[in-house]
């Protein structure tokens, strides 16, 4: 079975909105997946969430000129992009200033190497699975900011 037919099982509605139940935050986000059924799955649930995807892009040249252009409050990137590193280009796009970011890879996890404080979600993944992804994103604080990012 494929990684999209998996995350379309379950009705986003019926998923948690926050912690306690409360609704999240509206924000604006920007959805990096060289699968195109998966990114546009991933943008429909996020936006029945009450998030705005502004931007779902598939290779990381892509996703560094739309980071740029729509200044997104959150970024959910998958690991391998095909032709790139979906953790190249957000450590490109986080010299620009600190975005809290999500992983997504169905890949092993062992094999990665993204710091101690790398939020990543593993593909299958399910609406909660995204709910507290997003927060922990949003409670992890930048190493440091202007020079070379760490990936957290």
């Known amino acids: 079975m494929s990684h999209a037919a998996d995350f379309a099982k379950a009705p986003a ?3 948690p909105r ?12 920007l959805v990096v ?7 546009g799955l991933l943008a429909e649930t996020l ?3 009450g998030h705005v995807v502004c931007a779902v892009e598939t290779n990381a040249a892509n996703a560094v000129a739309a980071a740029a252009r729509h200044h997104p409050d959150l970024m959910i ?3 391998g992009l095909g032709e790139a590193s979906g953790v190249a ?6 010299r620009g200033g600190f975005v809290p970011h999500v992983f997504a890879t169905g890949d ?3 094999d990665l190497s993204l710091g101690p404080d790398a ?3 593993q593909k299958p993944f399910r609406g909660p699975d995204i709910v507290h992804a997003i927060e922990r994103a949003l409670a992890a604080k930048p190493a440091h900011t202007g020079a070379a990012p760490t990936v957290t």
């Not at 912690?19 to 509206?26: I, L, R, S, V």
């Not at 997946?33 to 990114?39: A, N, P, S």
């Not at 280009?89 to 986080?94: C, N, R």
């Open 119 to 121: 939020v990543l979600i």
């Open 18 to 29: 926050g912690q306690e139940g409360k609704p999240m935050k509206a924000l604006r986000i």
């Open 33 to 39: 997946e060289d699968d195109v059924t998966i990114g």
């Open 47 to 49: 936006e029945d969430l």
């Open 89 to 94: 280009a957000v450590k490109e796009i986080l």
């Open 77 to 79: 990137v998958d690991v």
């Open 13 to 15: 509605k019926a998923w």
């Open 108 to 110: 092993a996890l062992r």
